[in-house]
């Protein structure tokens, strides 16, 4: 039971990084807005987010409850260990979501639409990384408490990794954005941002797969003793050039789910390579797990939500996403 | 301050924040339902430009509300993280079941928000409803887990062991009724107050606004009822308490010594060392009655704790008292309004006065009552199970997080009053007969 409900938690946070990722991301974009169409770029974005960042971003709450809930000792350890970096990604998240309704309700004023667009995107930029930050830091298995007291644990791979997941957001948000925007001249300066994205994402995989071979053996040694994590991360690439090809032949809407499948299956390797440690070395899925009446209770909780939850979201989705004639209204 | 004055204060901060945009997120989808109903079946286009307003303001609530909530969820592990190791597994259930509830909102809120012109209007009605059922969801789960603290249940706690687990019983606290009930009348009263008093104001200003008139007309049967019924859950929380958590109420009232022909103390300084309340008016047997129905009465009081687990008496006291006064203000104004509504009168230019001024106070209330409940339970973070100090986190700095979110919350607090009072001022000229 422990080990469905870790997958739950994978699965939530995978949904996340595609959606709520996908936001940070079009942040990253609203801040290197360029061009001569430079606000047309901040309008789409704007367009394309802000009905649903709100509802993307409960997969982060849900992905923190399903962790205390089932695994309490390990959200306690993470919290310690990562207390500076979840509290700065902590102020990245309130920054960011506070800047982009402040302002859409200034958009008719240009110096405070700056301003906050400013705030909006640059904490868009700095959240995905600080949360990549504790997500390399578990994977080093360099997390040691004394008497209660996290021991250093930074270094050059946890950085990568946080790097890594800002060019992941961003690169899923140039995807999305071309697809979505009904403008050609536009949809070809996502594709171009897509697509060298896709470049560095690549690179910045290798380059966190180099670093972790010095500073997370363990992991690597995990990582590619699996066949099952060694064909997702080979999956992977040839997704993510798969997705770039489709991409420069226009056949956008395949190349978005390439694009996406190439991600889902990079946390995928992850999550194999990270099984069956949820904070290496000390706490794994199953000794951090909650008792089996609670893991019950959570499943039965997460499946009558989810029946709530899916129909509700395809309703969003249609509405918002189903036509391409996004046009703003009051809000 | 030491480290436990930190951590409880960024806490206490962040809930403080918090709370309000909750509050709003559960009041406000109630009164734009009823602002969007009544558009549908009068037509009047005032009601549409109304709920139009509304939602403005919504969106930046509701989202500060998401964001500053997250903030706490996480906060439970950054400050608190021997509490939800060792409770997590307890209490965690009601918490995945806001998790959904907020899900819930948060779409239909999208959908609300921004499909008014893609969606059929029985839909666009449809998911106001949806929104405000989703956002009491969430308040009345979230509170189970207040109880729970409050009164804890569903376990057996051995040498820092937890055996015997019962996620149901502890969700099922026995305070979970009075504290639920009283805390979803409270959201509601608090916006309606709020709401009611800003167009009170504009209608100080602008007489003749028929869109003005009409939005107190949404607003004040909420406020009026809510201010009525709400002494009368408030009562039965009191006497709740006084069987269930009598040290609560003991610090409430600052009563020190278990006796019976206990007076009521209305204002008043306690002094925790002397053992009195000065400067206190005393009602006679008034504590007495409130507790048990009965002048009589034996109330507890504190001398059935040990002295270092007493809370903090002043606050407690401090904090009822302004719940108390700022819910009787409300409830004595909604009897004069209900006059005026039997006579058919029009409200008076004195009364429309009284409302603004009235306005802050069931935010003031709402606020009051969350203190009082958290200062009674000091010290313990689960009562009689663990204490708040032992829950802490053991990471030496906690000041710096404190003042980073201090001013977070002060810049982002400023910014939100500013676009509102910019989203109200701009209701100013506002009128179908100026529209058409």
Known sequence: ?331 | MDLLHYARAQMGLSLAFHIVFAAVGVGLPVLLFISDALYLRTKDPDYLELSKRLAKGTSILFAVGAVSGTVLSFELGLLWPNFMALFGEVIGIPFSLEGFAFFTEAIFLGIYLYGRSRISPRLHLFSAAVVAISGAASAFFVTLVNAFMNNPRGFELRGGVLTNIDPIAAMWSPSWATQTVHVLISSYQATAWAMVGIHAFMLLRYPSSTFHRKALKVALPVAVITALIQPLSGDRSAKHIAEHQPWKLAAAEAHFETSRDVPLYVGGLPDPDARTVRYGIAIPYGLSFLAFGDLHSEVKGLDQVPREDWPNVRNAHFAFQTMVGAGTAMAAIAVVLIFFAVRRKQLSQWLLKLLVVAAPLGFIALEAGWLLTEFGRQPWIVRGAMRTSEAMTKVPDLASPFWIFTLVYLLLGAVVVSILVQQVRATAPFDSGERA
């Open chain 1, 1 to 331: 039971m422990s080990l469905a409900i870790a997958f739950v938690l994978v699965a939530a946070l995978t949904i996340y990084l595609l959606s709520g990722g996908a936001d940070f991301g079009a942040g990253v974009w609203d801040l290197l807005a360029s061009g001569p169409r430079k606000q047309a770029q901040r309008d789409a974005i704007e367009r394309a987010i802000g009905p649903i960042w709100e509802t993307n971003h409960i997969w982060l709450i849900l992905a923190v409850v399903v962790l205390f809930t089932a695994f309490p000792k390990a959200f306690a350890a993470y919290s310690t260990a990562f207390h500076l970096p979840l509290t700065l990604f902590l102020v990245g998240i309130v920054l960011r979501g506070s800047a982009f309704v402040f302002r859409h309700a200034l958009w008719e004023q240009p110096k405070p639409r700056k301003r906050w667009g400013l705030l909006f995107s640059s904490a868009s930029v700095i959240a995905p990384v600080l949360l990549g930050i504790v997500i390399g830091g578990s994977a080093s298995g360099r997390v040691h408490f004394e008497n209660g007291v996290v021991l250093p644990w930074m270094g050059p791979f946890a950085i990568s990794v946080g790097v890594l997941t800002l060019s992941i957001c961003a690169l899923l948000a140039a995807t999305y954005l071309a697809v979505e925007v009904d403008d050609e001249a536009l949809r070809k300066d996502f594709i171009t941002r897509a697509t060298g994205t896709a470049g560095m994402t690549a690179l910045l995989a290798i380059v966190s797969f180099i670093l972790a071979a010095k500073e997370a053996p363990s992991f690597i040694s995990r990582l590619t003793g699996r066949p099952e994590s060694m064909a997702m991360i080979a999956a992977t690439f040839v997704l993510m050039v798969l997705g770039i090809v489709l991409m420069r032949r226009g056949r956008i809407a395949y190349a978005r789910i390439a694009i996406a499948a190439s991600i889902v299956l990079v946390i995928g390797g992850w999550a194999v390579a990270q099984y069956p440690y949820l904070l290496a070395p000390d706490l794994t899925v199953q000794n951090a797990a909650a008792n089996p009446k609670t893991l019950k209770l959570a499943a039965i909780a997460l499946g009558a939500g989810s029946l709530l939850l899916f129909p509700s979201l395809y309703l969003l989705l249609r509405v918002f996403k189903g036509t391409r004639d996004g046009v703003i209204v009051d809000g």
